[in-house]
């Protein structure tokens, strides 16, 4: 395993907040919320960034982006609206080089991207 806080979050070494969990995605409660609703969705094997996702990749990608609309279902930001992005690498403000995405709501987001 490499030395990464999102496979020791999916590992239990890092304790966090879940909120979805199944055999190839774990999602939780990012520690610092920029959002009302901030929830990250992982895969539970490690891939660095979008960067190296592969075409047999791609129906996961899928599937983290069906476990965030269900997520802002449950978290009752979906009518209202919310966000979910992908930071890829240190120019799009990745911090973490374990794929993650961002689920936010529960406010009024600005529109556009920063
Ligand atoms: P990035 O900037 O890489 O797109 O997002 C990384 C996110 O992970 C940040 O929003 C940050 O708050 C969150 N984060 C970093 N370390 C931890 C942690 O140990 N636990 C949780 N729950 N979130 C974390
Ligand atoms: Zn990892």
New binding site residues.
């Given amino acids: 395993m490499p030395d990464c ?2 496979c020791k ?1 999916v590992a239990g070494e ?1 304790p ?2 879940r909120v979805y969990e199944d055999e190839e995605l774990f999602a ?7 959002a009302p609703v ?1 929830v ?1 969705i992982v895969p539970r094997k490690h891939i660095p960034t979008l960067n190296d996702v592969t075409e047999g990749d791609a129906p996961m990608i899928g599937r983290m982006m069906r476990a965030g609309a269900r997520i802002a279902q449950a978290k009752g930001t979906a009518a209202a609206g919310y966000r979910t992005l ?2 890829v690498n240190a120019g799009g ?5 374990h794929l ?1 995405l ?1 689920v936010l709501g529960g406010r009024t987001l600005r529109p556009g991207l920063g």
């Fill in positions: 806080v999102f979050i890092i966090s907040t939780f409660e990012d520690v610092q919320p920029q901030h990250l992908f930071n403000g990745q911090t973490v080089f993650h961002h």
